[in-house]
């Protein structure tokens, strides 16, 4: 199957700094992207979803400003998270997708993000 | 409103026994059905999917079934393993739905143990 990559892993960070998420669709072209947030013992929940191109479409409640998501490429998305702060702590999951909205999403390894 | 939900909540068996996991949904209009199976610290990874004309799939030790009368989905794990151990999620895909197709349950949590 299509693999996804996530970079870094995990980060831990101080509150009031941002940081970058890359998401990468390694054996295709990725139309579009998706991020999601994951906290212990709950679903993933969709923060936004990206088309190469154009302007990410965020899910209601998350803070365009604050979570940046750039889809520069077919193969690369990134998500930044400006100003985190602890509440921000949280397993970021991105997917792929290389057709519409109802094609097969591919999911990344996933970024666990620690601010203190 | 689209739901998923997915029973038991967490599940402990014995190393070589079958388990059996369910979900039922309210999605609709319905699109396809897939299984993932998540260890802890790592992204989804796909076992199954099925659309609405599939009753059955199996890939491997994992055999996924969907009653789309009744909305209704199993998966069911045979000889389990210790490496089974994870959270498998039930998703199911709402057909043209604008930007959130994807309805996620909570998973099930699976301990397999020696």
């Known amino acids: 199957g299509a693999v996804v990559s996530q970079h870094p892993s995990r980060v831990i960070c101080k509150s009031g700094t941002s940081v970058k998420i890359e998401c990468r669709s390694l054996?295709?072209?990725?139309?579009?992207m998706f991020w999601y947030r994951q906290f212990p013992k709950q679903s993933l929940m969709l923060m936004a979803t990206?088309?190469?191109?154009?302007?990410?479409?965020?899910e209601q409640g998350v803070e365009k400003d604050k979570f940046l998501i750039n889809h520069a490429s077919l193969t690369l998305s990134t998500l930044t998270v400006t100003s985190a702060h602890p509440e921000d702590s949280s397993f970021y999951i991105c997917?792929?997708?290389?057709?519409?909205?109802?094609?097969?999403?591919?999911f990344g390894p996933g970024t666990r993000l620690l601010v203190l | 409103k689209n739901q998923v939900e997915q029973s038991p909540q967490s599940l402990i068996i014995l190393e070589g026994k079958n388990c059996t996991l369910q979900c039922n949904y309210t999605v609709s209009p319905f699109s396809n059905l897939r299984w993932y199976k998540q260890d802890t610290g790592r992204g989804p990874v796909s076992l199954t999917i099925m659309t609405f004309s599939e009753n059955t799939k199996s890939n491997g030790r994992y055999t996924a079934t969907l009653d789309a009368d009744t909305k209704q989905s199993s998966l069911h794990i045979t000889a389990s393993q210790l490496s089974d151990s994870a959270s498998y999620i039930c998703v199911v895909t709402a057909w043209n739905s604008g930007n959130t197709p994807l309805v996620f349950g909570k998973g099930t949590r699976l301990s397999v143990i020696a």
């Open positions: 054996d295709f072209q990725a139309t579009t």
């Open positions: 997917s792929a997708s290389s057709g519409g909205l109802s094609e097969t999403q591919y």
């Open positions: 990206s088309n190469e191109g154009s302007k990410a479409t965020y």
